[in-house]
Every structure is written in structure tokens, then in C-alpha cells.
């Protein structure tokens, strides 16, 4: 069982950063390949796509919309997960969520129903 708890949101100014943290109250991330996700307001159906890092090597990957600009890492000693997010816009402005999956297929790291563990969400709000 794994546990996940996001810290980090907040609001800020467009062109602004925002660094997120995952963290594992349970579990260990070296078990799972971990994502990042997001819901705008008004699209609660729409869990979108932010990123993710696979379970071994930490290779990243990203949505088109956030290349260049957003950044996952993780420390694996201490458990946590980050979102380094630069030069956001206020079509970023959505819930982020944190989520991990024992999947070892790099195309399904993109895929909502891949992930077995979800956190509880952080708000990021980005104005104009």
C-alpha cells in the first residue's frame, strides 16, 4: 500500500515557479513508476496527463504543453516526488496530483488507469 500526500500549490503570477511534493507516508518509491497529473476547474472528467518518471533510470517524460518548462524528479531516500514548475501560465491553474503505478510499459505511464495510487491534490492557481 502506498500512500501519497501533495504539498507545494499555491498562487502565484504568471511567469512565476512552483516546486510540488509528493510524499510517501507509506510505501517506497522504488517499487513504482510515479506521475504527475492535473484537473482544471469546469473539467472534472478530464484528469490530464502532466508527466511522469519511470521506476528504474528516472527517465522523464512530459506533455507537450509543459516541455521545457516543468521538471519531475524524485529523492528516493526521502520518499518524495517533485514538480518544478517554471514560467507558469494561467492555463495551468488546476488541481495536481501526484499518482504511482507498479507498471513497468513506458506508453501506459501516460494513461489515467494505469496508476494504482493517488494523492489527495494541491491546488495551483496562476494569475494574469
Known amino acids: 500500500q502506498l500512500q501519497l500526500v501533495e504539498s507545494g500549490g499555491g498562487l502565484v503570477q504568471a511567469g512565476d515557479s512552483l516546486t510540488l511534493s509528493c510524499t510517501a507516508s507509506e510505501g517506497a518509491f522504488t517499487d513504482f513508476a510515479l506521475g504527475w497529473f492535473r484537473q482544471a476547474p469546469g473539467k472534472e472528467q478530464e484528469r490530464e496527463y502532466v508527466g511522469a518518471i519511470t521506476r528504474v533510470y528516472d527517465v522523464t517524460y512530459y506533455r507537450d504543453s509543459v516541455k521545457g518548462r516543468f521538471t519531475i524528479s524524485r529523492n528516493l531516500a526521502n520518499n518524495t516526488l517533485f514538480l518544478h514548475m517554471t514560467n507558469l501560465q494561467p492555463e495551468d491553474t488546476a488541481m495536481y496530483y501526484c499518482?504511482?503505478?507498479?507498471?513497468?510499459?513506458?506508453?501506459?505511464?501516460?494513461?489515467?488507469?494505469?496508476?494504482?495510487?493517488w494523492g489527495q491534490g494541491t491546488q495551483v492557481t496562476v494569475s494574469s
Open positions: 499518482a504511482a503505478t507498479t507498471s513497468w510499459y513506458i506508453n501506459s505511464l501516460s494513461q489515467r488507469s494505469a496508476y494504482d495510487y
